[in-house]
């Protein structure tokens, strides 16, 4: 095979980091552009480089996708396929015969421990707990002692059945829970018991922890909305480490003040960021964070090491890892 160019758009953190991967994926040729991503979330801008390479590293924009006649694989640097997950882009991949392949054994690992910590949190009432100053052995005290609750025996639910699914699986292990998945197509081989959407409703009314990883589509936008809600379990918890796209926010806020709902953890938001003054930042029963499940300290360099892996495949000839075209 003659030496492959790669056109990578990462902003990678380090000089240091470019360094390896060039000399990693020698003797092929990294080509770089005027202006990387700003992150591994934003499509990258068109660069006339782009239509020479044979594979992209990144978030390559559709218009540079479209506009090349060399390109043959595809690597996205997200666990996301959204932005590409549309008709259009199906039927060009298609027509190409491209190969797309996305990052989720990346980010299914940091993405799991962040939602397996806001369980826990949850269960003690950490938050409240951390700002709550009242003496010992008063009733208050015994109280916040009471509202504390063991994972052990509780029932979660799944929606989103993937790569972060089974790591989070892995991590509840320990505390015997009972695990049930939903997936749109079972595959017959799930570790867990799994349901479809018709069975949602009698499920739902079953749930301590409702866990939301879907995806954002069409079939998903506003998944969770007011009637969705309205199936769910008395106090139980809602978490969403998947798109803020697949929930109304409104329809949320309305549930939480009700009280029905302990508490909802977010980690995404529709919009993103959500405005100040939004309504949900004024509930003490739900708890916020940036965008900040996929990150770790050693993101770039495992996203650049997922790539190599795929390259030694691709020229291998073997089936690639986290392929979704």
């Known amino acids: 095979m003659k030496p492959l160019k790669i056109f990578c758009d990462v902003k990678l953190s380090s000089d240091d980091q470019l360094e390896?991967?060039?000399?990693?994926?020698?003797?092929?040729?990294?080509?770089?552009?005027?202006?990387?991503?700003?992150?591994?979330?934003?499509?990258?801008?068109?660069?006339?480089?782009?239509?020479?390479?044979?594979?992209a590293f990144g978030q390559p924009g559709l218009e540079s996708i479209l506009s090349s006649e060399n390109l043959k694989w595809?690597?996205?640097?997200?666990?996301?396929?959204?932005?590409?997950?549309?008709?259009?882009?199906?039927?060009?991949?298609?027509?190409?015969?491209?190969?797309?392949?996305n990052s989720s054994t990346v980010y299914a690992e940091p993405c799991a421990e962040h939602v397996f910590a806001f369980m826990l949190a949850d269960s003690i009432r950490l938050p409240f707990s951390l700002k709550t100053r009242i003496t010992s052995s008063s009733q208050n005290w015994a109280d916040l002692r009471k509202s504390n609750r063991l994972l052990r025996n509780q029932t979660v639910l799944i929606l989103g059945f993937g790569a972060i699914a089974l790591h989070l699986i892995d991590l509840l292990k320990p505390f015997s829970m009972n695990i049930i998945g939903m997936r749109r197509n079972p595959?017959?081989?799930?570790?867990?018991?799994?349901?479809?959407?018709?069975?949602?409703?009698?499920?739902l009314g079953k749930a301590d922890h409702v866990i939301n990883i879907l995806?954002?589509?069409?079939?998903?936008?506003?998944?969770?909305?007011?009637?969705?809600?309205?199936?769910?379990?008395?106090?139980?918890v809602f978490y969403n480490i998947g798109r803020g796209t697949t929930v109304n926010q409104e329809a949320l806020y309305r549930v939480l003040k009700s009280g029905k709902l302990r508490g909802a953890w977010l980690d995404v938001t529709d919009p993103?960021?959500?405005?100040?003054?939004?309504?949900?930042?004024?509930?003490?029963?739900?708890?916020?964070?940036?965008h900040t499940a996929g990150g770790f300290s050693e993101e770039k360099e495992s996203l650049i090491r997922h790539f190599l892996k795929n390259l030694e495949r691709y020229v291998q000839e073997k089936d690639l890892l986290d392929r979704v075209l």
């Open 74 to 101: 595809i690597q996205l640097t997200s666990a996301s396929f959204t932005r590409y997950d549309t008709e259009e882009f199906r039927k060009t991949a298609s027509e190409k015969n491209l190969k797309i392949t």
């Open 187 to 203: 595959k017959g081989k799930e570790t867990v018991p799994i349901i479809t959407k018709k069975d949602l409703p009698q499920t």
């Open 215 to 236: 995806p954002d589509n069409e079939e998903s936008t506003q998944f969770f909305d007011e009637k969705m809600f309205s199936y769910f379990k008395q106090d139980s």
């Open 272 to 290: 993103e960021p959500l405005p100040p003054g939004h309504p949900l930042f004024d509930l003490e029963n739900c708890y916020i964070t940036p």
């Open 20 to 55: 390896f991967l060039k000399q990693s994926v020698s003797p092929h040729e990294i080509l770089l552009p005027e202006n990387p991503a700003a992150s591994v979330l934003s499509p990258g801008v068109f660069d006339p480089k782009f239509k020479q390479a044979d594979i």
